[in-house]
């Protein structure tokens, strides 16, 4: 079992940046795929990038690329999300999610944060 837990979330104007962090308690956090996924209100959790074992590719989302960066390390179990740019429309709940394989997909990925809010205001 692996437990993720998520923070730096918070209320940011547009154009500000936020960094989230997510936490694993794993000895083993260098198996897994790490992905971050947002979900808004009445909408579906939607893939916003990930990263490989290793921390050297990386894939993002159309609507964050060139805005959002995400690296781990694997010494720290922690991988991270660097927001810039923000708009009022990256509002959502971020999650972090880890899996076995390279995945965009919500359902390949077996353990989950709690989510953290993020609000950008206009």
């Known amino acids: 079992q692996v437990q993720l837990v998520e923070s730096g979330g918070g209320l940011v104007q547009a154009g500000g940046s936020l960094r989230l962090s997510c936490a694993a308690s794993t000895r083993t956090f260098s198996n897994y795929v790490m992905g971050w996924f947002r979900q808004a209100p009445g909408k579906e959790r939607e893939f916003v990038g990930r990263?490989?074992?290793?921390?050297?590719?990386?894939a993002y989302a159309d609507s964050v690329k060139g805005r959002f960066t995400i690296s781990r390390d694997n010494a720290k179990n922690t991988v991270y999300l660097q927001m810039n740019s923000l708009k009022p429309e990256d509002t959502a709940v971020y999650y972090c999610g880890a899996s076995r394989i390279l995945s965009d997909s919500p359902s390949s990925y077996i353990y989950w944060g709690q989510g953290t809010q993020v609000t950008v205001s206009s």
């Open positions: 990263i490989n074992w290793g921390g050297g590719v990386t």
